[in-house]
């Protein structure tokens, strides 16, 4: 085996015996062992990596904005006390919020693309999906979204035109 590559720290892995892929590269323990030196296979698993690299800055926003404490008292305060007070500025930034995340996720970002390279070069493409799966990128954008969409439901009723009077405050 030629180079290793280390993957950065905060992209975590779970511990695996040397994974062989197509027998072309090697994944062990944040490890990745190539048997040849094409700039082809490093730029396959770069796209991976970066894909999942963006993945992770997204997943750390949609974790602040979800443990922050104005999205954590939402429905605390629903079931304790059977309304919400929330000006109604800070119910659109929060969806805002949330949107734009959803949005970056799933349209601006290059996290759902297939770069073009992977079109015509079908080897590369099952690498580079290859990859992807070790990195759980599907799984990873299905559970964010899910977790955003869950956030959007606790807000959604509240900022409808027609109930912006009766359950949020003008403050």
């Not at 963006?54 to 605390?76: D, G, K």
């Not at 073009?116 to 992807?132: G, I, N």
């Amino acid at each position: 085996m030629i180079p290793i590559l280390r993957i950065p720290a905060f992209i975590t892995i779970s511990s695996v015996s040397c994974h062989y892929l197509f027998l072309s590269i090697c994944i062990d323990d944040n490890d990745i062992a190539l048997k040849s030196r094409s700039h082809l296979l490093k730029l396959s698993i770069a796209h991976a990596l970066a894909q999942s690299t963006l993945l992770t800055r997204y997943e750390t926003t949609a974790r602040r904005v979800l443990s922050s404490p104005l999205t954590v008292s939402i429905p605390t305060q629903l079931a304790e006390k059977g309304a919400l007070r929330l000006p109604r500025h800070e119910a659109l930034k929060l969806t805002g919020r949330l949107f734009k995340l959803r949005r970056d996720v799933n349209l601006v970002s290059n996290v759902l693309d297939v770069p073009e390279l992977f079109w015509s070069e079908a080897s590369l493409k099952a690498l580079y999906d290859a990859v992807r799966e070790y990195m759980e990128i599907k799984r990873r954008v299905e559970a964010l979204n899910e977790k955003l969409g869950v956030a959007s439901d606790f807000v959604r009723p509240f900022i409808l035109p027609f109930s912006f009077g009766k359950n949020l405050t003008d403050a």
